[in-house]
């Protein structure tokens, strides 16, 4: 078969519609004891495995911001005796997909393949595991790159606000830097580097593993040993748990923008916590994005004062945070901000509605079979609650558990974690004196 033909292949593969009832996430205990969770499903002939070492931004060295997103992004860039070239042709002609970027814990390989050819999958991916090349050329192209993301992204206010808000809120700690690194960071980092950080994070201790599709126990534990046999039976601790965040208060970074961006967040739930469910549902409540959400509700529709606002929890291994971002023009993002920290308030002091709590307990339960319609998405959808610390069956449990959410939870979580008195808030762009029309107040 033709590499267009073999691409096209998986490219249907991955979207083929898996009914979430039917999904059955079961762990496998391989030879190596990497954390295995594998959804079995044999309808098409195709494999997906998400596999996230402990090797994301936190574990950057001073000087060196974008260390392991640079080692990500050279993974497919040659190993053992294959160089560059050689190592995509490799990939190409069997028509298999080998990504990876890291986030703030974690380096996260995507591996996508045709059933039949998931052994050259398997071998090459394990290949530039145990084998990884960094060849300066290599380096230099993927630093090119990286270096001319960079300078776009600071060139978007979206982007740039988002990097703020974070490195305004840990400060000097792990979680501060955006994983893709700064332009000094990553102009600093030498093919050695890259060599030693790899000797150091590719280790098996907390390799988790997610594998969707048309592959059964035995081939896995077969694909496991040969994956991570090569590496250090080594653990590799968490990121240490912050110690000091952000101040609440407003940080402007002035630029000529015609609509300002703001970024806004405070302290939220890990993921181990057991308010997090009720957050999660809370937050639908008030931010989630939908036209139904308390913000979209009051600071778009009501007011026009923006296209799109929304709030979000981020949960990593050591640290949990709500955040939240609006963009309007110059001389309604001060409005903008006035009404949403005035929404919070009235939501941290009077709570939800039972019929608000019955439309976004619908949506979110209902819109969940989405994250599970391919095996590219259940391998995705297995591995982020793999990197939560979920257990196995949480995908079974996971829309009882939203169920389970009583009103008063709800409204007693609104309480503890959408305090405005709590938000940072980090602007760029300079706003300009805003309408006399433009109220401020709640509109009920």
Known sequence: MKPVFLAAAVAAASVFSVPAGAITVRTVAGPTG????????????MIAFEISLPAG??????????????????????????GSDAFKEAL???????QARADRDYLVITLTSLSENAGEAV???ALALAHPRFDPAAVERVRAAALARLKQEDQNPARAAVRDWYGAYFGEQAYAHAPDGSAAGISAIAPSDLSDFAAAHFVRGGIKVAVAGDIGEAALKRDLQQLFLALPSRNLPAAPRPSDTGKPGL????????APVAV??????????????????????????????????????????????????????????????VQSDKTKIDTALKVTESEMARFAQSGASAKELSDAKTYLTGSYPLTLDSNAKIARTLSQYQRSGLNADYVAKRNALIDAVTLDKVNETAKKYFDPSHLLVVMVGTPAAPAKSSPATPEH
């Open 264 to 325: 806004f967040g405070m302290a939220g739930p890990m993921r181990s916590d057991p308010d997090y469910i009720a957050a999660y549902v809370a937050n639908e409540i008030f931010g989630g994005g939908t036209f139904s959400a308390r913000l979209m509700d009051q600071v778009r529709d009501r007011r026009g004062l923006t296209y799109g606002i929304e709030t979000h929890l981020d949960d990593f291994r050591s640290a949990g945070v709500i955040v939240g971002e």
């Open 123 to 125: 071998r090459l991916t």
């Open 92 to 98: 190409e002609s069997r028509a298999i997909r080998l």
């Open 57 to 82: 931004s936190a574990y950057d060295p001073p000087g060196r911001q974008g260390l392991a997103d640079m080692t990500a992004s050279l993974l497919d860039e040659g190993a053992g005796d294959l």
């Open 251 to 258: 940080r402007s970074i002035p630029r000529n923008e015609a």
């Open 34 to 45: 990497v954390e295995t969770w594998l959804a079995e499903e044999h309808a098409l002939p």
